[in-house]
T-cell receptor, first 114, second 110 residues
Framework: GAGVSQSPRYKVAKRGQDVALRCDPI?????LFWYQQALGQGPEFLTY????????KSGLPSDRFFAERPEGSVSTLKIQRTQQEDSAVYLCASSLVGLAGEQFFGPGTRLTVL | GQQVMQIPQYQHVQEGEDFTTYCNSSTTLSNIQWYKQRPGGHPVFLIQLVKSGEVKKQKRLTFQFGEAKKNSSLHITATQTTDVGTYFCLVYNAGNMLTFGGGTRLMVKP
């Protein structure tokens, strides 16, 4: 079956632009996670959804970051007024069960802010 | 806050040598997962450990959870070039905080 997909795979934005990153989880997976991974670092937790409910957004670095999953399936991570420090790979993962289940990762979106 | 340290950061080995990476937490963990990320790829789940002192094996890989549930190790016996990648631990504490370690990058010389 299909895995987790993310789009776009690559995004170049000028500083100050808004961007929207999409994640299509595995069908039927309850949990969805967003991570930010800088080059050579481990993924940093951003936010977690269980179905449509955003249960934890403690990792979002600022109020410029916003995530939603309105129907409990596809999720969008939006970054407003992008800054150079937002440049990173944004990974989405989904899990069949709750917070502590095996996570299936998408290929990521590489965001470069010029 | 929760701190997770993985050591070493990098490891070069000759093909056939053994490799071990360690994941150490400042707080007691409810469970721990290990992932492998190939260069240019995304993390792929390897194993989950839940019980104190638990040991699990997958072919040449051995995973261990410490008795105090604050640390874990991943050991690879007789490394192969296909083992190249970065190995991450993902820890969960009692407060449901989840944190990735910084990873150990394994390089294998054929």
């Amino acid at each position: 079956g299909a895995g987790v997909s993310q789009s776009p795979r690559y995004k170049v934005a000028k500083r100050g632009q808004d961007v929207a990153l999409r994640c299509d989880p595995i069908s039927g997976h309850v949990s969805l996670f967003w991570y930010q991974q800088a080059l050579g670092q481990g993924p940093e937790f951003l936010t977690y959804f269980q179905n449509e409910a955003q249960l934890d957004k403690s990792g979002l670095p600022s109020d410029r970051f916003f995530a939603e999953r309105p129907e409990g399936s596809v999720s969008t991570l939006k970054i407003q007024r992008t800054q150079q420090e937002d440049s990173a790979v944004y990974l989405c993962a989904s899990s069949l069960v709750g917070l502590a289940g095996e996570q299936f990762f998408g290929p990521g979106t590489r965001l470069t802010v010029l | 806050g929760q701190q997770v340290m993985q050591i070493p950061q990098y490891q070069h080995v000759q093909e056939g040598e053994d490799f071990t990476t360690y994941c150490n937490s400042s707080t007691t963990l409810s469970n721990i997962q290990w992932y492998k990320q190939r260069p240019g790829g995304h993390p792929v789940f390897l194993i989950q450990l839940v019980k104190s002192g638990e040991v699990k094996k997958q072919k040449r890989l051995t995973f261990q959870f410490g008795e105090a549930k604050k640390n874990s190790s991943l050991h690879i016996t007789a490394t192969q070039t296909t083992d190249v990648g970065t190995y991450f631990c993902l820890v969960y504490n009692a407060g449901n905080m989840l944190t990735f370690g910084g990873g150990t990058r394994l390089m294998v010389k054929p």
